[in-house]
């Protein structure tokens, strides 16, 4: 079955770059999903990276994706207080754009 | 917009009662989930829907039951509240079309089985 993983915490020093790391299981992902949830809310999409693509840049977001390791990456320029959150990378699965979900990374910023 | 809406917020049961967990959107989309998360695992998928009057299992169905009679609506049912149903529940949906289409979440149902 399809499994999702991520490290459960990760602290940083506001102005640093923050890397949250994900692998998968599932080789016929399409696509993968980078979700912020803040405290007491539901997810957000942050960005998204489509199976054929290697990198992709929005902002202070980076995505890269390696394929042969099933090996995504969420890198946040620049860090802000107003990103700690907990970051869920996902992959879409099934007919129905089902989502599996990793266990979400709880993003710290210090000051 | 509203997006999607799940009513109440906040529930409080004894084990043994029954609710019912209502999710709203009103964007047209053909598709809709509901997921539960608990802490360190994530949210998984409990059934889901991919039109009006059709339901499906997801990965941990068992204790609830859906229905979508309206196209807008997704009810999830509680028959017998167990303490392992104590979790935050969220409800998405989304289009149904080929490309990227992006999930959108409401703001979660905490339940507290005691």
């Known amino acids: 079955g399809e499994d999702v993983e991520q490290s459960l915490f990760l602290s940083v020093r506001e102005g640093d770059s923050s890397v949250i790391n994900c692998t998968y299981t599932?080789?016929?992902?399409?696509?993968l999903y980078w979700y912020k949830q803040e405290p007491g809310a539901g997810l957000q999409l942050l960005t998204y990276?489509?199976?054929?693509?290697d990198m992709k840049q929005d902002q202070r977001l980076t995505v890269l994706l390696n394929k042969k390791d099933k090996h995504l990456s969420l890198r946040i320029a620049d860090t802000q207080t107003g990103d700690s959150a907990i970051y869920f990378c996902?992959?879409?699965?099934?007919?129905?754009?089902?989502?599996?979900f990793g266990s979400g990374t709880q993003l710290t910023v210090l000051p | 917009n509203a997006g999607v809406t799940q009513t109440p917020k906040f529930r409080v049961l004894k084990t043994g009662q029954s609710m019912t967990l209502l999710c709203a959107q009103d964007?047209?989309?053909?598709?809709m989930y509901w997921y539960r998360q608990d802490p360190g695992m994530g949210l998984r998928l409990i059934h889901y829907?991919?039109?009006?009057?059709?339901?499906a299992k997801g990965e941990v169905p068992d204790g609830y039951n859906v229905s979508r009679l309206k196209k807008q609506n997704f009810l999830l049912g509680l028959e017998s509240a167990a303490p392992s149903q104590t979790s935050v529940y969220f409800c998405?949906?989304?289009?149904?079309?080929?490309?990227?289409?992006?999930?959108?979440f409401g703001q979660g149902t905490r339940l507290t089985v005691v």
């Open positions: 998405a949906s989304s289009y149904s079309r080929s490309g990227n289409t992006e999930a959108f």
């Open positions: 599932d080789s016929s992902s399409t696509y």
């Open positions: 990276i489509f199976s054929n693509m």
């Open positions: 996902a992959e879409r699965v099934g007919s129905a754009r089902q989502l599996t």
């Open positions: 964007m047209n989309h053909e598709y």
């Open positions: 829907s991919v039109g009006e009057g059709t339901t």
